[in-house]
């Protein structure tokens, strides 16, 4: 397409030809992208019910261009959408109107591994499992590793906090990043964090990983790398109610087990998962749990027969351990493939990210199997066991009318009952324009103020992912007076 053209389409979009004559001056042609065709597909992240076309991306090489783009945007207050790579399931990454998504896709540079301190030092377009990769020689790896860590970028699980099934023994994304570099909308460079066990002031660093590209752009990470441990298996106990898996759960870890990684995936998810991995997994219990134990020989040895105990003590019909790493593989990539394996099932569906003690994990799958029959939508279930964390798939057919209606509603119910328990709207999807209603069931009005302080203190003109995460007071009034935010 011809420039002027480029231009004209992009001007019906709502960006200015002024706002594309200075970009094209900092950027080159083909990071500009303008043309309705080359926007689309950025016109949503993973949660794919939502969509909205942005006006302009960029796609800026250098951190030079990436300042230069976010100072002008700042002067022309002109709202920006930071992108990694569109994995993320709350909206996170969805354009706004009138705005330009600003893509990292060109920062991929593993800039330094040191074997020595255990750290990494990657641009925010690195993939997570690339991390892994570039340490495996020096026996080092990346601990959390979410689903989409073949194709999710780090800077993305920082914008998330995002976890991963390891999640439970190794911690999310907060717990091992230890100093970012940080571009503000403002285009001013913040070093965040370090390479000391412990840095001065208020821990900014926390602040920043999970803040859903609110506050800041991530412009290169630090992260902790671990000592592969010297064996890893895994045990598969099929339970025949979900009530015993989830007293197995909590047994599991009131006996002072940390596994590596545990996980529980209701039968509907194990179908779903057998059929397209061939996992292995038991399709007659109504329940199955994954649990890892890592280290030592000895150590996993011991672990393994103190679990197998608990599970069996807990009502457990089968339980079968990894006979080989090959073995331990493929469970776990059954239960990382649940995603895709349910979308083959259905035409659409919503995964929500709940997270509740885990006493109530029983009566919260109840609950889900109530609402499945009240919304007439079925649900598949697969989570986080040890920390509580759900992921009900909710599936419908957008093309239907109304479901997607009945889903975001089903959604919102376990949300809510997720508060009322206890728990949290979300543990490792982020907010973005998915939960922000629930927000203000989560938080009173006092703390969403204080919320939106600090973003002003980042942000005062509000340009950088507007509209995500924290409600208005407007929005939140009119929920606590309706019980649903408009």
Partial sequence: MMDAER????????VSAAAIAALSAILPRRCLL????????????GLTAFRQLPDLVLLPETEAQLIAVLKLCHQLKLPVVARGAGTGLSGGATPVAAGVVLSLAKFMTI??????ARTARVQPGVRNLAISEAAAPYGLYYAPDPSSQIACTIGGNIAENAGGVHCLKYGLTVHNVIGLRVATMAGEVLEIGGAALDAPGYDLLALLIGSEGMLGVVLEATVKLTPKPLLARVLMASFAEVAQAGRAVAAIIGAGIIPAGLEMMDRAATAAVEAFVHAG??????????AESDGTPEEVGDEIEA?????????ASEVRVSRDEAERLKFWAGRKAAFPAVGRITPDYICMDGTIPRKHIAAMLTRIQEFSREFGLRCANVFHAGD????????????????????????TRILELSVEMGGTITGEHGVGIEKVQQMCAQFSATELELFRGIKSAFDPFALLNPGKVVPTPRRCSEYRLTGSAK
Avoid: W
């Fill in 307 to 315: 679990m197998r105990k608990v599970l069996e003590d807990s009502g």
């Fill in 7 to 14: 231009k004209a389409d992009s001007r019906q979009a709502g």
């Fill in 388 to 411: 509580g964390n759900l992921h009900p798939l909710i599936m419908f057919d957008a093309s239907q009318p109304g479901e997607l209606e009945r889903a975001t509603a089903f959604g």
């Fill in 281 to 290: 997994y038991d399709l007659e219990a109504e329940t199955i749990l994954l």
């Fill in 34 to 45: 303008a043309a309705a065709e080359e926007r689309r597909p950025y016109e949503c992240d």
């Fill in 111 to 116: 800039l330094e591994i040191d074997p020595l």
